[in-house]
């Protein structure tokens, strides 16, 4: 059986995605296509259930899934952007290296394994609750902007949450402020068959701006 190598797939999809006439349904079926073929051939898996995406800007998507391994499901997810996978997670065991690993393609740095801070929930939503009047003129010490910050910490919160309460979840971030050297801030969180939630959340980065932990309370 002839097999597709990723960069293959890769030329397939941007070839496809760039010709007209093409739906978005199908845009997400080859991001997901891509996504599947990425994390099998870094994690050696192939058992890939309730596989979907969601178009996130232009050319760009959000794959989200789960592989089977010894009867326990383990969640993914890529970030494809004009038909290139541009970062790409799986939290399970595989037969390459038999841990969890996170690989962003723009960066050849390892994302920190993402913990959950049970006993700060408390502190953080009383962080969240705060006036942030003395921190808007409070500036970073952090070498990226804002919105940058924003967006990582909103992939992991609902990556998190999907893994951990319902993978329908879409999280969407109201407020957020910069405390030293984390994001704190109110989302909320929608769900596919249940009523939607509020959300207090916390992401700290290190130095150079790169996410380290988090941490977030649903109420």
């Keep these: 059986m002839h097999r597709w190598t990723v960069s293959t797939l890769a030329a397939a999809v941007s070839l496809s995605l760039a010709l007209p006439g093409v739906t978005l349904a199908s845009q997400e079926e080859k991001a997901e296509a891509l996504c599947k073929a990425k994390i099998q051939s870094v994690y050696g898996v192939s058992d890939m259930r309730q596989v979907w995406g969601e178009k996130v800007g232009h050319h760009k998507f959000k794959i989200h899934g789960r592989v089977k391994v010894d009867h326990q499901k383990y969640p993914f997810d ?9 970062s790409y997670s799986y939290d399970g065991p595989h037969p390459h290296h038999g841990q969890r ?4 393609d723009d960066d050849d740095s ?16 009383a962080l969240a609750s705060q006036s942030n009047d003395d921190d808007s003129s409070k500036s970073s010490s952090l070498p990226v902007q804002k919105s940058v910050l924003e967006d990582d910490c909103h992939d992991t919160l609902q990556y998190r949450i999907r893994d951990e309460h319902d993978y329908t979840a879409r999280v ?3 407020s957020s402020n910069i ?23 916390t992401c700290h980065f290190d130095h150079k701006g790169r996410l380290k932990d988090s941490s977030y309370h649903l109420y």
């Design 78 to 86: 890529c970030k494809i952007k004009n038909g290139q996978v541009k």
């Design 101 to 104: 690993h996170h690989k962003d």
């Design 110 to 125: 390892n994302l920190g394994t993402v913990l959950a801070v049970g006993a700060g929930l408390a502190i953080v939503a």
């Design 172 to 174: 969407h971030v109201n």
């Design 179 to 201: 405390k030293g050297h984390d994001l704190v801030g109110q989302a909320k969180v929608k769900y596919e068959r249940k009523h939607a939630q509020r959300a207090s959340f």
